[in-house]
């Protein structure tokens, strides 16, 4: 089940200034005193803990909307409120830091657009996103429309990152593809 716009739009307000999302006041009567007591006007979401589809986990802002049974991302319900609408596809953090929900940080993109868009990988050994080492030399490969485009085998990492560089303007990858977290090129 997922959120409708209504529901965000009736619960929660945008802080355009921080771009923080905040609980609304309820009136239905005294039914919500206790809730608006402890919740309204204050900023909503909780910090959690999610593994991505390698297993290795990150950090999201997430709001539970209907109870425990719908929970959002932070960066969705900012779009919605921003916008009026739901967003028609993926959100992508253009910074690649996915707590920081600034209107001016997300664009709504397909799938592939959003992968080209990726930080490297904790877990990267040889410190180029595409880059891995195979059979005593480093094999450069890159995704294209959904299928492996093999670059060669190289023998140094400059000559290897080279070919990964030239592929990412060629298939049309962000210029902060492959970054450490916090360091930007865009």
Known sequence: MSVQLHEIQDKLILCTETYKVFWKPRHDGNRYLQWNARFANKEAGTLDEVSDTKGLKYKKLQITILGKRVKIANHIAVWALFYGKMPEGEIDHIDGDGLNNNISNLRC??????????????????????????????????????????????????DAKAAIESARKEFGYHLNHGQKRGVNRA
């Open 109 to 158: 993109v397909i799938r592939q657009e959003n992968s080209k868009n990726r930080r490297i990988y904790r877990n990267n050994k040889t410190g180029v996103s595409g880059v891995a080492h195979c059979n005593g030399r480093l094999r450069a490969k890159i995704r294209n429309k959904g299928k492996d485009v093999h670059l060669g085998y190289f023998d140094s990492i400059i």
